[in-house]
């Protein structure tokens, strides 16, 4: 896996583009507008709404700029890839060895993690402990509060 790429679903990449056009079509006109209206205000060294239009400016083109080198860097990842190990785009199942509790994650790239919604990396510690690993195995993963062991109880 290349250092520079960017694992993305097809999702993920869709909603990025969707945010870039966003920016680029209806946000970045709004903020000129802004900047130009304070600019008319008159002198622009104590115009707090001249400021404020500079700072949204400077957001605004910063994350244009960050949104396009991600995507230019994508790599498009299957959501449902090899089911016979875990791999980036696997969802994956594992139950914790320890107090019996299943937990159901989707291994995706560091774009898209969301925790809350069982999004996790392939570079968190249990993403990494789980990649290449098949139905039936025990991973151990390094966590804050020690050495946790999983078993792999799907991988869809």
Known sequence: MAENSNYLTAEGIKKLQEELDYLITVRRPEVA????????????????????????????????????TILANAVIIKENGSKETVDLGAKVTIRDSMFGDDETYTIVGSTEVDPVNGRISLKSPIGRALMGHRVGERVQVQTPGGVRQFEIVEIA
């Open 33 to 68: 507008r802004q900047i130009a209206e304070a600019k008319a205000d008159g002198d622009v060294s104590e115009n707090a709404g001249y400021s404020e239009a500079k700072d949204a400016q400077a957001f605004t083109e910063g994350r244009i700029l960050t949104l396009k």
